[in-house]
């Protein structure tokens, strides 16, 4: 079992950075592979970027391509989302999940989840 909780998010303007926390608890935490959503108002859940379990392996959604790090720390547990040059249509509930195999895109894929963080951002 993972236990994920986001953290990081808020209210910002165009063109700021965030950076997105996930702690995770269990001693398995590195076997894991992490992915982020996101969900909008109104629309989908949807991918934004995905880490293997030792961290060199990552892929991302177009959407946030050259704008976006995913990254890890197994030592800490934790797993951080950067983003830059935010828009207005990233505003959305970012959500950290684990899956135990291979990163991936899709949500199903994923056995844990955590409840979410709120990502505001005003033009």
């Known amino acids: 079992q993972v236990q994920l909780v986001e953290s990081g998010g808020g209210l910002l303007q165009a063109g700021d950075s965030v950076r997105l926390s996930c702690a995770a608890s269990g001693r398995t935490f590195s076997t894991y592979s992490m992915g982020w959503f996101r969900r909008a108002p109104g629309k989908e859940r949807e991918f934004v970027a995905t880490?293997?379990?030792?961290?060199?392996?990552?892929y991302y959604a177009d959407f946030v391509k050259g704008r976006c790090t995913i990254s890890r720390d197994n030592a800490k547990n934790m797993v951080y989302l950067q983003m830059n040059s935010l828009k207005p249509e990233d505003t959305a509930v970012y959500y950290c999940?684990?899956?135990?195999?291979?990163?991936?895109?899709?949500?199903?894929?994923?056995?844990?989840w955590g409840q979410g963080t709120q990502v505001t951002v005003s033009s």
């Open positions: 880490i293997n379990w030792s961290g060199d392996s990552t």
């Open positions: 999940a684990a899956r135990y195999g291979g990163r991936s895109v899709y949500p199903d894929d994923f056995d844990f």
